[in-house]
């Protein structure tokens, strides 16, 4: 898309307004909606003409082999034009492989038609979420209740520390240890009835 001088000035000045805002004068204004209005008609055309631009090259391609010269510089146009080379273009080009011309444009289609693949497999890709971590077990802690000796103890301050008093340790027992007849005394043998006998 080309500009005419006097459209420059128009876009030079409503790039400037948009940069530092200040009050436009009616004849700017109109200036600038002309200028809005002969670029949407621009972008309309352009997309006519890639529109045609596209029908040709299929009406061409139908007709191959015999439209190879016009279908090449049909389907060269289209590829600046951001064509994007379809199975059927690779598939009439590989018809056409006596042709140098016909071998470069397959090569440059080739290329482009595994472009477009990888962008297109890179949009639909679905990022795999990382596995989510077990969280790690983790030992109880032990909560210290309230009484005791802690309760008593001096809370600790900036200056050094008292050392803990010895805790008295408990003495063994000192009572002998019973000896095994003394705690299960021997079983006595029962003493059998005194027999009566009858007296007859």
Known sequence: MAFGADELRVLR???AVALHPVPLADDDVRDCLRLADSVDEAVRETGRLRAFLFAE???YRDALPGTAIGYL???QDALA??????PDDLAALRTLRGNPAATAV???CQALAEQSVRSRLTER???VPAPAQEPSPRRARLLALPGGRAADAPKPGPGPQPKPEPQPQPKPDERPVPKPSEVFPPRRKPVPPPEQWAVG
């Open 125 to 127: 890709a679905i990022p």
């Open 57 to 59: 090259l299929a009406r």
């Open 13 to 15: 000045r409503a790039l």
């Open 106 to 108: 397959l090569r440059r």
């Open 81 to 86: 034009a951001g064509y994007d080379p379809r």
């Open 73 to 75: 510089e049909r389907l």
